[in-house]
């Protein structure tokens, strides 16, 4: 099975995950570990989860998850980040520190839906009030 990434490109301030990471032309001389250090200076890798939300979005690793308000549309509640907690992937409550595992919570009409990430949506990572 092959792992799947997408990257958020710092120098860009944008995903890229359609296309693959270009790094330009690299000197026959460059060495993996200058390789290495360009892409964690320039990228963030975020490894997908494996799984999809409940719309069929798949989940990465840096996505914000959350439950739809069922009285009022497009309100969601309960945000959660996908971050890599023991042993797996699971979403972590925005400003607390309570986890839920994913598998679960991904499924079914009640199920929780990808509404951003940490990179192109940072006001979501704030505590939302009612």
């Given at each position: 099975?092959?792992?799947?990434?997408?990257?958020?490109?710092?120098?860009?301030?944008?995903m890229t995950n359609q296309e693959g990471i270009y790094f330009g032309d690299m000197d026959h001389d460059e060495t993996l570990e200058s390789l290495m250090l360009c892409l964690e200076e320039r990228y963030e890798l975020m490894q997908s989860t494996g799984l999809k939300d409940k719309n069929g979005v798949e989940i990465f690793e840096g996505d914000i998850i959350g439950s739809q308000d069922k009285d009022r549309p497009n309100w969601y509640v309960s945000h959660h980040e996908i971050?890599?907690?023991?042993?797996?992937?699971?979403?972590?409550?925005i400003c607390s520190s309570s986890f839920i595992g994913?598998?679960?919570?991904?499924?079914?009409?009640?199920?929780?839906?990808?509404?951003?990430?940490?990179?192109?949506?940072?006001?979501?990572?704030?505590?939302?009030?009612?």
């Amino acid at each position: 099975m092959m792992t799947k990434f997408r990257a958020w490109d710092r120098y860009e301030e944008a995903m890229t995950n359609q296309e693959g990471i270009y790094f330009g032309d690299m000197d026959h001389d460059e060495t993996l570990e200058s390789l290495m250090l360009c892409l964690e200076e320039r990228y963030e890798l975020m490894q997908s989860t494996g799984l999809k939300d409940k719309n069929g979005v798949e989940i990465f690793e840096g996505d914000i998850i959350g439950s739809q308000d069922k009285d009022r549309p497009n309100w969601y509640v309960s945000h959660h980040e996908i971050v890599w907690h023991d042993a797996g992937f699971m979403g972590k409550q925005i400003c607390s520190s309570s986890f839920i595992g994913l598998d679960f919570w991904t499924r079914g009409a009640n199920g929780y839906v990808v509404i951003g990430n940490i990179y192109e949506n940072p006001e979501l990572l704030k505590e939302v009030k009612k």
